[in-house]
Nanobody, 118 residues
Framework: QVQLVESGGGLVQAGGSLRLSCAASIGAFSINTMGWYRQAPGKQREMVAVVTRAGSTNYANSVKGRFTISRDSAKVSLQMNSLKPEDTAVYFC??????????????WGQGTQVTVSS
């Protein structure tokens, strides 16, 4: 099975920084993409940043220039700078893996709370 362990969430003041980390145990699967998603109360879960196995990255427009995603093997980090109160959400690490037949599956971490005070 696939397991993801997240760390780095917490409470920060507006303008501060946090670094989220996620380590995935993927067994016999291979990674297609890893990324971070977030969900605020009353809102849908949204993509924050993703990185492919080839190293290409995509960011939500709201975090471009402030957040940076990086991946090393089955570990992914999200450096969050210039945090705003609207960044407050539960952040989830996610991995999309493929099996030997190249069928894709998605797995999610348990989520870590990020709270930005004004």
């Amino acid at each position: 099975q696939v397991q993801l362990v997240e760390s780095g969430g917490g409470l920060v003041q507006a303008g501060g920084s946090l670094r989220l980390s996620c380590a995935a145990s993927i067994g016999a699967f291979s990674i297609n993409t890893m990324g971070w998603y977030r969900q605020a109360p009353g809102k849908q879960r949204e993509m924050v940043a993703v990185v492919t196995r080839a190293g290409s990255t995509n960011y939500a427009n709201s975090v471009k220039g402030r957040f940076t995603i990086s991946r090393d093997s089955a570990k992914v980090s999200l450096q969050m700078n210039s945090l705003k109160p609207e960044d407050t959400a539960v952040y989830f690490c996610a991995v999309k893996v493929r099996d030997y037949a190249f069928r894709e599956y998605s797995y999610w971490g348990q989520g870590t709370q990020v709270t930005v005070s004004s």
